[in-house]
């Protein structure tokens, strides 16, 4: 089965800076892309960065470019979020989603809750 | 940037009845693969997404198949035959042509009347 389980979530003020895991299962990890995708208190879903199997190419949603950076680590089958400058529209639940070729974002996690306020 | 539009934002529906969901994209989503990369997820309340139907019309593992997937090009429906208690929830419709950025439905919040 498999298990993907974000943390590092928390409240952070304006301006700083917080780091998200992801924590895999189940899975040959190394084999697979992987996402970042948020969603707003009450509002829809917005895919936020994805990255290669090899880590060798990152993508963002423009809102980020700049600020947020996606890495992994396959040895330790983790996917990260290094989450810079935070301001308060980043607010959000932060879902990580294992991409399968032809099929989109296939599995998901919980979630782990980011707050940015003062 | 895909746009993607559905209709209705909000159905009410009696419990055994069907309902319908529409998905439009500001472009053709027919990849140069020659496959069309439009998904529908399901989130019930308080939980995560879960992948209902890939590529238009195939059902995901342990779908039940009074789920059902349909369209082309630009224009694609979700049915659901008789809409159970457990279907209460919002529904998005995405793209995955545009791999590696993915973009979604505004959602469509689906409630029992």
């Known amino acids: 089965e498999v298990q993907l389980v974000e943390s590092g979530g928390g409240l952070v003020q304006p301006g700083g800076s917080l780091r998200l895991s992801c924590a895999a299962s189940g899975l040959t990890f190394s084999s697979y892309w992987m996402s970042w995708v948020r969603q707003a208190p009450g509002k829809g879903l917005e895919w936020v960065a994805n990255?290669?199997?090899?880590?060798?190419?990152?993508y963002y949603v423009d809102s980020v470019k700049g600020r947020f950076t996606i890495s992994r680590d396959n040895a330790k089958n983790s996917l990260y979020l290094q989450m810079n400058s935070l301001r308060a529209e980043d607010t959000a639940v932060y879902y990580c989603a294992r991409d399968v070729v032809g099929l989109g974002l296939a599995y998901w996690g919980q979630g782990t809750l980011v707050t940015v306020s003062s | 940037d895909i746009v993607m539009t559905q209709t209705p934002l909000s159905s009410p529906v009696t419990l055994g009845q069907p309902a319908s969901i529409s998905c439009r994209s500001s472009?053709?989503?027919?990849?140069?693969?020659?496959?069309?990369?439009l998904s529908w997820l399901q989130q019930r309340p308080g939980q995560p997404p879960r992948l209902l139907i890939y590529?238009?019309?195939n059902r995901f593992s342990g779908v039940p198949d009074r789920f059902s997937g349909s369209g082309a090009g630009t224009d694609f429906t979700l049915k659901i035959s008789r809409v159970e208690a457990e279907d209460v929830g919002v529904y998005y419709c995405t793209q995955a042509t545009q791999f590696p950025s993915y973009t979604f439905g505004q959602g469509t919040k689906l409630e029992i009347k």
């Open positions: 990255i290669k199997q090899d880590g060798s190419e990152k």
């Open positions: 590529k238009i019309s």
């Open positions: 472009q053709s989503l027919v990849h140069s693969d020659g496959n069309t990369y």
